[in-house]
């Protein structure tokens, strides 16, 4: 069984990395200038991150093994983490908080979410799910846009709580999502060409689940980001950018217009056509094609 080094709460980070108490039981910043000439933690292994992580790279490039691969975490880029993830440091991991430089790493317990509207928002910030090669990369304008926001919440949980304190801190937590966001969106668009090759790729991948003989399964974008590899969320809001369908829509969209052929091409009874597509069961065919096309198989089929 393997076994992890877990990290679990605010204070055993700051305990972790030899600073001071945190200011807030629930969420702190941890800027490059706090770790200069900290010895950082040795692990001697994976690490759990129980917490909410975004961190800012700003000087030369570190190691980290994310999943089964190890990633250059290099200058200009963020990543983002959620709990119950998995890290483990690489063999050429720096030994001080100063030669990584760090720009920042912002921590959030998810009690500090918990039953509040953000909790519920979270799930847009797919963000948070993507893997570590598809770290976003911000400009020096959007850095600079990064801190002011960072400032604004450092600040609210520096000083005395109060009962304006949660909200405050919560309402800039939002609005700094929103700009990663807004910044993954130009990312996504300045990529134009990169992103129309994974586009192409994506398209030979659901090809190649429609040929060959023998049974087959319907596809799915898990299989489809992992053949790619990619995470899930990422090929979607790549492909949504590109396309203005997300990667479910644009299987169902191949879906119907295989199906399509098959109801014009042979005599096949409906049902057998849903099981040619991947269907298990007929009824679930129908009712995408319906929604699809406003018609059912057979009345499609009929002209």
């Known amino acids: 069984?393997?076994?992890?080094?877990?990290?679990?709460?605010?204070?055993?980070?700051?305990?972790?990395?030899?600073?001071?108490?945190?200011?807030?039981?629930?969420?702190?910043?941890?800027?490059?200038?706090?770790?200069?000439?900290?010895?950082?933690?040795?692990?001697?292994?994976?690490?759990?991150n129980e917490l909410y992580l975004v961190s800012l790279k700003n000087g030369t490039e570190c190691k980290f093994i994310y999943g089964r691969a190890s990633y250059d975490f290099q200058e200009g880029t963020v990543i983002f983490l959620a709990?119950?993830?998995?890290?483990?440091?690489?063999?050429?991991?720096?030994?001080?908080g100063g030669d990584t430089e760090l720009g920042w790493m912002l921590f959030f317990h998810p009690s500090l979410i918990h039953g509040t509207p953000l909790a519920k928002k979270l799930r847009e910030y797919t963000f948070f799910s993507y893997r570590?090669?598809?770290?976003?990369?911000?400009?020096?304008?959007?850095?600079?846009?990064?801190?002011?926001?960072?400032?604004?919440?450092?600040?609210?949980?520096?000083?005395?709580?109060?009962?304006y304190s949660a909200g405050i801190i919560l309402s800039n937590l939002e609005l700094l999502f929103g700009y990663?966001?807004?910044?993954?969106?130009?990312?996504?668009?300045?990529?134009?060409?990169?992103?129309?090759?994974?586009?192409?790729?994506?398209?030979?991948?659901?090809?190649?689940?429609?040929?060959?003989?023998?049974p087959r399964s319907l596809p799915t974008v898990k299989a489809c980001a992992e053949r790619l590899g990619y995470s899930p969320?990422?090929?979607?809001?790549?492909?949504?950018?590109?396309?203005?369908?997300?990667?479910?829509?644009?299987?169902?969209?191949?879906?119907?217009?295989?199906?399509?052929d098959l109801l014009l091409g042979t005599t096949d009874p409906v049902n057998r056509v849903a099981y040619a597509l991947g269907f298990e069961y007929p009824q679930?065919?129908?009712?995408?094609?319906?929604?699809?096309t406003g018609l059912t198989p057979g009345q499609f089929r009929r002209g």
């Open 284 to 292: 679930h065919f129908s009712k995408l094609f319906r929604k699809g």
């Open 180 to 214: 990663f966001q807004r910044y993954y969106g130009r990312q996504f668009l300045t990529r134009a060409g990169a992103n129309h090759d994974i586009l192409a790729r994506f398209e030979e991948v659901l090809e190649l689940g429609f040929s060959g003989e023998g």
């Open 83 to 96: 709990p119950g993830q998995v890290v483990a440091p690489s063999d050429q991991a720096p030994a001080s």
């Open 132 to 163: 570590a090669n598809e770290a976003l990369h911000v400009s020096e304008q959007e850095r600079t846009e990064l801190a002011a926001l960072l400032d604004l919440i450092k600040k609210e949980y520096g000083r005395n709580l109060d009962a």
């Open 233 to 260: 969320n990422y090929l979607s809001d790549l492909l949504k950018k590109v396309t203005g369908k997300s990667a479910q829509e644009q299987i169902h969209a191949r879906l119907i217009e295989k199906a399509k």
């Open 1 to 48: 069984m393997n076994e992890f080094f877990r990290i679990e709460s605010i204070s055993q980070i700051h305990q972790l990395l030899g600073l001071e108490k945190p200011r807030h039981p629930l969420i702190t910043i941890i800027q490059a200038s706090d770790l200069k000439g900290v010895p950082l933690p040795e692990f001697g292994g994976k690490v759990r």
